[in-house]
């Protein structure tokens, strides 16, 4: 017999009960066609009406509660059951344009953290040693603070230019991993075949955002963004592609000239990878003066692209996980 968990009026989840137990409460008007249930063994919230066995359940069906604009919200399991039962509502149009707007109106803000982020991550890529290990783990907690001064700013509360190292004082583990566990995961999506590492890159979006904003625990923040993204997978995709044109026209830029690079020299070497790999040990310099000028490309690229997808990310955000007018 199925079981079911309950979220009550007071936010509080109950559960497991049986479908008799349901029924008692509903005709005790303790749950109404909206109240949240989910099967248990399962992750997804639905209102009470939307189950076959309690579509008699009485009650408006509107749309969920209001949501609060930002912070950590009190019951996370509630907040993350609202966002899920309500249909995802992506605005490409107003991304779009709210990304241009938001970064005209704020110039020297935008610019500023921005680059402030831009910089940090830069530094942590080229630490001595260390800096692939220091950049996977810090990249996350500076790109969470970078979004969550944007949103502030986005939404009238006060923010500045240092809110970028937030993520340092607040949620400094969460935020940590998170950047660096789906960076992890997405590489080895790539690493296996292409298709998953794209639909991770993309579906992971807002993963930084929804721990640096609402606080919720890194894996529950992913999976969040992940169930919302993947109902609008296609337009969000789109909408990345276009908030991040500079930056993937310089990867491709990038990864053309140095298989050309490769290419010449294995042609040199007449095919013979012994000659060829004993060539790239004698012009080791010429090998590295390649990847760091590509590497350098690769960022500047990057730097271009954040000024405008920030906030395009920050809108787009508003629109799955923020407040709805009703």
């Known amino acids: 017999m199925a079981n079911y968990q309950i979220i009550g009026g007071d936010h509080k989840e109950y559960g497991p009960v049986t479908a008799d137990e349901v029924r008692e409460w509903i005709a005790e008007g ?19 009406a939307m189950f076959p066995e309690f579509a008699a359940a009485p009650g408006p069906f509107p749309e969920p509660p209001q949501l609060s604009t930002s912070g950590a919200p009190a019951n996370p399991t509630s907040w993350t059951g609202l966002i899920l039962a309500r249909k995802p509502d992506l605005r490409m149009g107003e991304c779009l344009n709210g990304g241009m707007s938001f970064f005209l109106s704020n110039l020297g803000f935008v610019i500023g953290c921005v680059f402030l982020a831009w910089a940090a991550n830069f530094l942590f890529a080229f630490f001595p040693l260390i800096g692939g290990i220091v950049h996977l783990l810090l990249s996350g907690v500076v790109m969470g603070g970078l979004y969550l001064a944007c949103l502030r700013r986005m939404r009238g509360e006060p923010a500045s230019i240092g809110d970028v190292f937030a993520g340092f004082k607040n949620n400094f583990v969460q935020l940590m991993l998170a950047g660096a566990i789906s960076k992890m995961l997405t590489q ?31 894996w529950s923040a992913m999976e969040l963004s992940r169930k919302v993204v993947t109902r609008v997978w296609p337009q969000m995709a789109l909408l990345l592609l276009l908030a991040f044109l500079p930056f993937i026209i ?37 090998f590295m ?16 692209s954040l000024f405008f997808a920030v906030g395009v990310v920050a809108r787009a955000y508003e629109n799955l996980f923020g407040e709805r007018k009703p």
């Open 30 to 48: 303790r749950l109404s066609g909206q109240s949240l249930v989910k099967l248990e063994g399962t992750n997804e919230w639905k209102p009470l």
């Open 188 to 218: 080895i999506g790539f690493l296996v075949c292409t298709l998953p590492g794209i639909y991770l890159v993309v579906a992971w979006v807002f993963a930084l955002p929804l721990v640096a904003d609402r606080r919720l625990e890194f």
């Open 289 to 304: 003066k390649q990847l760091l000028s590509a590497a350098l490309m690769v960022q500047i690229a990057m730097l271009l």
């Open 250 to 286: 310089g990867q491709v830029i990038v990864s053309v000239k140095l298989f050309g690079f490769l290419m010449t020299t294995w042609t040199e070497a007449n095919h013979d990878p012994m000659r060829w790999l004993d060539w790239l040990r004698q012009h080791m310099d010429e």
